[in-house]
């Protein structure tokens, strides 16, 4: 693997966070994902993240993940978000509200056996990346996405948001990934462009994943009545 900077918060990683497991984990490097702790194991999860490096690798659940004996453990995807608590609450009766900052991609390298009540991984941090020879015009694409988004939702602010964001960073893997963090795909959809490390063919899944659901939006051609109505004439 190619090397790369991490963010900050990551340098010195130690290369092991413990496991989220959520059937829909659409989350992202860069967004921000508020949560309630409050089973029991995770409760520890949280005590113990937050007296060490206060990170959490969020995984999604494979589909058919119910059907598992209770013995296993649920199957996840291997890519993983890894993000840092920055923000957390302790309730009285031992529940937590944390916000999660997504820092980068992840791959699950393995799983450790121990005697914690919740699961620990071992993982890669996967970087983004460019191709060498851009196969679309980068600028024009963050455009595109965001008219998309715009067609989508035209009564949010959520366009000015993302203008700003492109303004500080130039970045189209930012918009990209917070694009489909906010547009509540299906666990597969999301997980495909997790997925992407290529942020060229990452924009395209984006971009297909709106206009998609931009068609649906806006339902089935309407159809001619048969028999057509009397004239006016």
């Not at 409760?43 to 999604?60: F, P």
């Not at 366009?159 to 489909?180: F, P, Q, R, Y």
């Not at 490390?197 to 939006?217: A, C, F, N």
Request: with cysteine; aromatic share 8%.
């Amino acid at each position: 693997m190619p090397s790369f900077d991490p963010p900050p918060e990551l340098i010195g990683f130690s290369g092991r966070a413990p496991l989220f497991p959520l059937p829909n984990a659409a989350f992202f490097p860069q967004v921000l994902l508020p949560l309630h702790i409050f089973e029991p194991r995770y409760r520890q999860m949280t005590a113990d993240v937050l007296d060490g490096e206060r990170l959490i690798a969020m995984a999604t659940l494979r589909p058919g993940w119910e059907a598992r004996p209770d013995s296993e453990p649920a199957p996840i995807y291997e890519q993983v978000c890894l993000g840092r608590i920055s923000a957390n609450e302790k309730l009285d009766d031992g529940r937590y509200y944390i916000v999660l900052q997504g820092l980068s991609r992840a791959r699950v390298v393995s799983e450790e056996v121990n005697d914690v009540p919740y699961r620990v991984a071992q993982l890669e941090l996967r970087p983004e990346r460019f191709t060498a020879n851009p196969t679309i015009d980068r600028q024009n694409r963050r455009r595109e996405i965001m008219a998309a988004f715009h067609d989508l939702h035209p009564k949010l602010q959520f366009e000015k948001l993302l203008h700003e964001a492109v303004e500080m960073t130039g970045s189209l893997g930012l918009v990209c990934d917070v694009v489909a963090a906010s547009l509540q795909l299906p666990p597969e959809r999301a997980q495909e462009i997790l997925a992407e490390e290529d942020i060229d063919l990452r924009s395209d899944l984006v971009l297909m994943r709106l206009r998609e659901l931009r068609r649906k939006s806006q339902g089935p051609p309407r159809q001619p009545n048969f028999p057509p109505d009397f004239s006016a004439n």
